[in-house]
């Protein structure tokens, strides 16, 4: 309210008395995978979903596997979890290997590279997990 010369002048303002809104903080989960991956066999894999802070099964997380054929190209597997919080999904693990020439004082070298397969799980009001599944070996 603002009083003047010409008589008394009031502008609603909105404001929150309290502060902003408090906003939650995304929850962790934790994510099992049985049995362990391995390459090139074709296998059904157990994922469980829980929450980090509870223990308690996280039903429908989106889980996806990212993983490659035998030729090199992408492929995506996916599942929802149940209310136990597991998702089943059978897959041929197979990485992605790819070549290139590095040079480096004039020589050329060739290189080699490795991209796993990878599982990927989201739920609502958790963190996304990321993990890849088989390690390069050379």
Do not use: W
């Amino acid at each position: 309210m603002t009083v003047t010369p010409a008589g008394v002048a009031v502008q609603a303002a909105i404001s929150d008395a309290h502060g902003p809104g408090v906003l939650a903080l995304p929850g962790n989960l934790r994510v099992d995978i049985t049995p362990p991956p391995c390459s090139a066999v074709n296998v059904p894999y157990t994922i469980s979903v829980r929450n980090s802070a509870s223990g308690l099964p996280v039903a429908c997380a989106a889980v996806t596997i990212r993983n490659f054929n035998a030729s090199g190209t992408a492929q995506t597997l996916g599942a929802t979890t149940d209310a136990a919080g597991i998702a089943v999904i059978t897959a041929t693990l197979n990485p992605k290997i790819t070549f290139g020439i590095r040079l480096e004082n004039g020589e050329r070298e060739r290189v080699r590279f490795f991209t796993p397969p990878v599982l990927r799980v989201t739920a609502p009001g958790f963190r996304d997990v990321e993990m890849p599944l088989l390690e390069d070996i050379l």
